[in-house]
């Protein structure tokens, strides 16, 4: 592991921690107590320029970094929730943009990265965290399809617009994994008969 993978990975995972302690806020048509954050944009931004399983990691560190914070009202319940569906949204939206050039592959890939977070946030909530919360089965159904589904569809598709937007614009400062993504990275040819060579002659 290089030195500069160790300094992007630390960024975007304090830039996570920092966009998830200090920009909250309710959607609207939504319960109060589903609050969106733009946190998972440096997590994808991760996933997508190191690895999915780095975005994973990212995430991880992000989330540990937020419960030791103190700042969850949902303590380790909802720190818990939030892992669960970040780690889906970033984890198959990465390996979807391993496929194709970048630009071609990155809508597709946080769209599925969206339906995937909300079908697994589905029966989480539902057989997991909302029984956590208290909630008896019989009203957690309604909720999983009046609230959690949508909510969580609607805050892929908030996120993603944002990493839509900023994605080509930071790819060229984001490492070397991003300019391989960008097929920037040269290939040497072979001199022909007549070119010169480095040394100033000719061969």
């Given at each position: 592991?290089?030195?500069?993978?160790?300094?992007?990975?630390?960024?975007?995972?304090?830039?996570?921690?920092?966009?998830?302690?200090?920009?909250?806020?309710?959607?609207?048509?939504?319960?109060?107590?589903?609050?969106?954050?733009?946190?998972?944009?440096?997590?994808?931004?991760?996933?997508?320029?190191?690895?999915?399983?780095?975005?994973?990691?990212?995430?991880?560190?992000?989330?540990?970094?937020?419960?030791?914070?103190?700042?969850?009202?949902?303590?380790?319940?909802?720190?818990?929730?939030?892992?669960?569906?970040?780690?889906?949204?970033?984890?198959?939206?990465?390996?979807?943009?391993?496929?194709?050039?970048?630009?071609?592959?990155?809508?597709?890939?946080?769209?599925?990265?969206?339906?995937?977070?909300?079908?697994?946030?589905?029966?989480?909530?539902?057989?997991?965290?909302?029984?956590?919360?208290?909630?008896?089965?019989?009203?957690?159904?309604?909720?999983?399809?009046?609230?959690?589904?949508?909510?969580?569809?609607?805050?892929?598709?908030?996120?993603?617009?944002?990493?839509?937007?900023?994605?080509?614009?930071?790819?060229?400062?984001?490492?070397?994994?991003?300019?391989?993504?960008?097929g920037q990275k040269a290939r040497p040819r072979p001199l022909g008969q007549g070119q010169k060579d480095p040394g100033?002659?000719?061969?």
């Amino acid at each position: 592991m290089s030195t500069l993978y160790r300094i992007r990975f630390g960024l975007l995972a304090a830039m996570a921690f920092v966009l998830m302690y200090a920009v909250e806020f309710p959607l609207p048509f939504f319960p109060e107590y589903l609050k969106y954050d733009p946190s998972e944009v440096p997590v994808l931004l991760g996933a997508f320029t190191m690895g999915p399983w780095a975005g994973f990691w990212i995430e991880v560190v992000k989330d540990l970094l937020f419960l030791l914070s103190g700042k969850s009202t949902a303590g380790i319940i909802g720190v818990g929730a939030n892992f669960v569906a970040g780690a889906a949204l970033v984890v198959t939206a990465g390996l979807l943009f391993r496929r194709g050039p970048w630009a071609g592959r990155l809508l597709p890939a946080l769209a599925g990265g969206a339906v995937a977070m909300a079908v697994v946030m589905a029966p989480a909530n539902y057989f997991v965290f909302l029984p956590l919360w208290g909630v008896p089965r019989q009203a957690a159904a309604p909720l999983i399809f009046s609230a959690v589904i949508p909510f969580n569809l609607a805050k892929g598709v908030l996120t993603g617009l944002i990493t839509l937007i900023l994605y080509p614009r930071l790819v060229s400062y984001l490492g070397t994994d991003a300019l391989q993504e960008k097929g920037q990275k040269a290939r040497p040819r072979p001199l022909g008969q007549g070119q010169k060579d480095p040394g100033g002659g000719r061969i």
